[in-house]
């Protein structure tokens, strides 16, 4: 009773507005009589002043951002405050959108004195392609609307005979006037009682607990039918060695009274207890006429290594969508996208599971490597925001990470060209250069030895250059510059030009300061230098790519989601949660087997060249 006294003055007004929006006339008259006469406040901030309040400003600002062209504000105000079920459930309001789109669309030619901003005139061409090819597609088979889509392929729509309403003077205020007058409808529609709004608002989170309750039952399902095919083979597996064994005891009976047991008799009795996967093979390699084979194989069987673990596949996602939002959404929103698609990619499992993923953002293209579009998730890269920047940054760097990522990026020279001048540019964030010089340094991993010839061409800057970065202060690049010298050294050519200037002395100067780790790596340069071998890059064969990727190895780096620079707030998704809530797709998650070169090839002690990490991890602990 008491939390009712406390808020019955605005609950008494929540009643007293909805009754005068029912237009229980009579009943409204005897309700505030009443509640005079009892002496029952009715609180004035329930009625319907305030929204109209701010109704009137929302209109005021959709005008303003029409009459200026302010597209981006325009549609975020008419995507937030116009009802979804509005504006796709009517063809005025389709019809109407349509036409706005036009109207942002040509602004520039209308209202530039001069020669319009080419790079502002084709980003708005470009939104209107988008909205032609996705929403506006609806309006294709209309034949009023149907020369439009030919407006962002004309070179000059203004003197093209098909578009010249659109640049009459009085085209704009017509649309203008209809804008005005659908926006004054809609709004007085939607200045229901506040009472409605809390009844449809607590049915719609009952809709949305019932989608996820729904979801959460499909999952249960799924892992329920995991775990009974499990089940399932323990079981089998329980039956098959009851049997074996008491085979065996029949066997230990047998030779109490002088039966031999026979190799090819203990050879069966092993096929069947090892696995389907290893019973051919075993079968024919293992030698069971030695004692103790047999048991040691057994053994192996069982070591926590060959344990399989079932971990599921991660839904499918959205990639049309993501990558519109990715492009066009505000930047928190891409700050919180780029985040959770890389979350996604360092949390998952090694193996089919995180392959899966590795497989989803390739074949969608996610970084748009294969696009040629003049906006593309690449152009993050150039964002005003260095969260933004960041965040991609990682990302790249994650997909280099993985041996299937660096043969996705490294096909686009367009990424190879937008990294270098990112890393170039940026001086606002470490990370960030961390990142792309980590991924550029991955790239590496799958270049041909042939390709070291291009050094030869010009030896003697790229020897000055490696030789003055032997005493950077950044000591962190010291052993990529000694892999990069003990490297292009192998062909003869640049050791000749590295003899007439020195390069010995030089690099003996370096032992003397260096701690035991770089004196070990200079003497390795040192001995490269002064080999006779006649080996040339140049006659590598092409077959290299296969050797290469055997030490094309994948490590998930533990930097990569070190430091956040944003955080949720109250009510806000990110990570996995943002994905799978607004962007889940069809699942088309089909395992299949992607090829991979993990041959475990070790190099020698004696080697000074190893995997490029990325530079900020040597400071959490990861050796060179």
């Known amino acids: ?30 309700f505030s009589k009443e509640c005079k006469m009892k002496g029952k406040p009715l609180s004035k901030t329930a009625g319907g002043s305030l929204r109209d309040s701010k109704s009137l400003i929302i209109q005021k600002d959709l005008i303003a951002a029409f009459d200026n062209g302010d597209q981006k504000v325009f549609f975020d105000l008419w995507e937030e405050h116009v009802p979804s079920s509005v504006r796709d459930g009517g063809s005025l309001a389709q019809k109407l959108e349509f036409y706005l789109h036009i109207h942002f669309a ?48 004309v070179p000059n729509p203004m003197v093209h005979p098909s578009f010249k309403e659109l640049f009459q003077d009085s085209w704009a205020p017509e649309l203008k006037l209809k804008l ?9 529609a939607s200045n229901t009682p506040k009472l409605l709004t809390l009844y449809k608002e607590n049915g719609q989170n009952n809709k949305e607990m019932s989608q996820q309750l729904h979801q959460q039952l499909i999952e249960a399902e799924r892992r329920s039918m995991a775990y009974l095919k499990r089940y399932n083979k323990i079981q089998a ?42 019973r051919q093979s075993l079968a024919h390699s293992v030698d069971f006429t030695r004692p103790g084979t047999a048991s040691t194989m057994l053994r192996a069987s069982l070591a926590p290594g060959r344990k399989l673990k079932d971990v599921p596949l991660l839904p499918s996602l959205d990639y049309e969508k993501l990558k519109k939002d990715l492009i066009w959404g505000s ?23 995180r392959e899966t993923v590795l497989e989803a953002y390739i074949d969608n ?41 660096r043969l996705y990026l490294a096909q686009s020279t367009r990424m190879l060209r937008m990294l270098e001048e990112r890393l170039k540019e940026e001086d606002e964030d470490v990370v960030t250069r961390e990142n792309i010089l980590g991924a550029l340094q991955k790239f590496s991993l799958r270049c041909q030895p042939c390709r070291k010839n291009m050094c030869a061409k010009v030896a003697g800057l790229v020897l000055k250059v490696l030789s003055d970065l032997l005493g950077h202060e950044n000591h962190e690049i010291q052993p990529y510059v000694n892999g990069a010298l003990y490297s292009i050294l192998s062909i003869p ?13 030089i690099l003996r100067c370096f032992i003397k300061e260096g701690n035991a780790e770089m004196v070990r790596q200079i003497e390795f340069i040192i001995k490269q230098l002064n080999s006779e071998e006649q080996v040339d890059g140049v006659l590598e064969s092409d077959d290299d790519e296969e050797e290469d ?32 809530t607004e962007y889940l797709g069809i699942m088309t998650n089909t395992g299949k087997a992607r090829r991979k070169g993990l041959a475990g090839v070790q190099r020698s002690a004696d080697e000074p060249l190893c995997r490029p990490v990325t530079p900020g991890g040597h400071r959490t602990g990861y050796p060179v």
């Not at 700050?335 to 089919?352: I, K, M, V």
């Open 180 to 188: 005005e007058k659908f926006l004054a409808l809609i709004f007085k």
């Open 237 to 278: 597996d329980y039956h098959n060695l009851i049997g074996v064994t008491a085979e065996l005891v029949d066997s230990l009976e047998a030779t109490v009274s002088g039966k031999m047991i026979t190799p090819e008799y203990l050879q069966s009795v092993c096929v069947r207890l090892f696995s389907n996967q290893m």
């Open 549 to 580: 990727d055997e030490e094309d190895h994948d490590i998930m780096e533990a930097d990569l989601d070190k430091d956040e620079l944003i955080q949720p707030q109250l009510g806000e998704l990110s990570g996995e949660k943002l994905l799978t």
């Open 365 to 405: 293209d996610l970084l748009d490597c294969h696009s040629h579009g003049q906006r593309s998730v690449l152009q993050l890269l150039r964002s005003k925001s260095h969260v933004v920047r960041q965040y991609l940054a990682r990302l790249v760097n994650a997909f280099a990470s993985l041996a299937e990522g």
């Open 331 to 353: 930047d928190r929103l891409k700050a919180f996208l780029l985040q959770a698609l890389r979350w996604r990619l360092t949390t998952s499992h090694p193996g089919e599971q």
């Open 106 to 153: 040509i602004y520039l030619l209308k209202h530039s004195a001069g020669r319009p901003d080419r790079e502002d005139l084709d980003e708005r061409i470009s939104y209107f392609k988008t909205y032609l090819e996705t929403k506006g597609a609806a309006l294709s088979q209309t034949t009023e609307f149907l020369p439009f889509y030919a407006l962002p392929f």
């Open 1 to 30: 009773m008491g939390d009712v006294l406390a808020h019955e003055s605005e609950l008494l007004a929540l009643v007293k507005e909805y009754l005068d929006f029912a237009e229980f006339e009579d009943t409204l008259k005897t």
């Open 493 to 505: 050519s640049i050791r000749e030009e590295a003899r007439a200037m020195g390069m010995e002395d």
